[in-house]
């Protein structure tokens, strides 16, 4: 069986003031992670988000990107991806890969 | 107006100044391998090589990981060490690993680059399953993939 080697995490939303959104900048909340010092962990870390191609289809598709900052002091952290995640996907489960490893 | 897009930057194949990684494994360090097909895989690490890379052996009658490079920054170094100091590793080299172009298939028939190389794998491969003779424990947990399962959490871990 393949080993898992990513923490699951969770697409928040965008990075948004009251009335504007960034949408480049997606907020992902991190399974376990409570505090912005465990947040930092993860910084740099690279994250996947699997999607069907279509719903007809069994066709995945994988959207990379890495965790670029923390956000706030709940431990969520923001993320930048090679295009931005469709909006519907919020609320969606992401994978939080455990490399790159900083010593 | 020209768009900058974002892209994410893949791990680094610049040679640094002293062409040495930034080496945070010591040789004879058991690593975890964290991408690719070997995911998962508990390693023995052998040498730090220039480019950020890494020399890794399974070995490979353990666990099925050949004599391998790495990218350092995709392995996790653990607490266990494996006692390599007398490990004779001249014969490895980059030409080692290089590719063949690819031909006509003989069936049946090893090219002679890939003999090379399972005699180079086997002969550095004893040298680490002679450290590994009186230790069954450290055998088994070179043999045991690491995984994550829900409610684990990394950033607590000590590896």
Not at chain 1, 10 to 15: D, E, H, I, W
Not at chain 2, 102 to 110: A, E, N
């Given at each position: 069986m393949p080993a898992r080697l990513y923490v699951k995490g969770?697409?928040?939303?965008?990075?948004r003031s009251l009335y504007s959104q960034r949408c480049s900048t997606s907020l992902i909340g991190v399974e376990g992670v409570k505090t912005k010092s465990d947040a930092r962990f993860?910084?740099?870390k690279?994250?996947?988000v699997v999607y069907k191609k279509s719903s007809k289809s069994d066709q995945c598709g994988?959207?990379?990107g890495k965790i670029v900052a923390t956000h706030g002091n709940s431990g969520v952290v923001r993320a930048k991806f090679e295009s931005n995640l469709n909006p519907r996907w919020m609320g969606r489960t992401v994978r939080v890969m455990m490399y790159p490893y900083k010593a | 107006m020209k768009i900058q897009r974002f892209t994410v930057p893949r791990p680094t194949h610049k040679a640094s100044s002293t062409g040495e990684c930034k080496a945070h494994v010591r040789p004879g360090q058991v690593v975890i391998i964290l991408s690719g097909g070997f995911a998962g895989k508990r390693v023995v690490a052998l040498k730090n090589l220039p480019r950020g890379f890494l020399l890794v052996s399974g070995p490979y009658k353990i666990n099925g990981v050949p004599l391998r490079r790495v990218p350092a920054s995709r392995v996790i170094p653990t607490s266990t060490l494996v006692d390599i100091s007398k490990i004779d590793l001249s014969q490895v080299s980059d030409?080692?690993?290089k590719k063949e172009k690819?031909?006509?298939?003989?069936?049946?028939?090893?090219s002679a680059s890939f003999e090379n190389f399972c005699k180079v794998q086997s002969t550095v491969d004893t040298q680490?399953?002679?450290a590994l003779k009186d230790q069954p424990l450290l055998k088994k947990y070179l043999d045991t993939k690491f995984s994550l399962v829900d409610g684990d959490k990394p950033h607590?871990?000590?590896f």
């Open positions: 969770t697409f928040l939303g965008f990075r993860y910084l740099g690279r994250v996947a994988m959207i990379w | 030409a080692l690993f690819k031909g006509r298939k003989v069936i049946g028939k090893r680490i399953l002679s607590e871990m000590k």
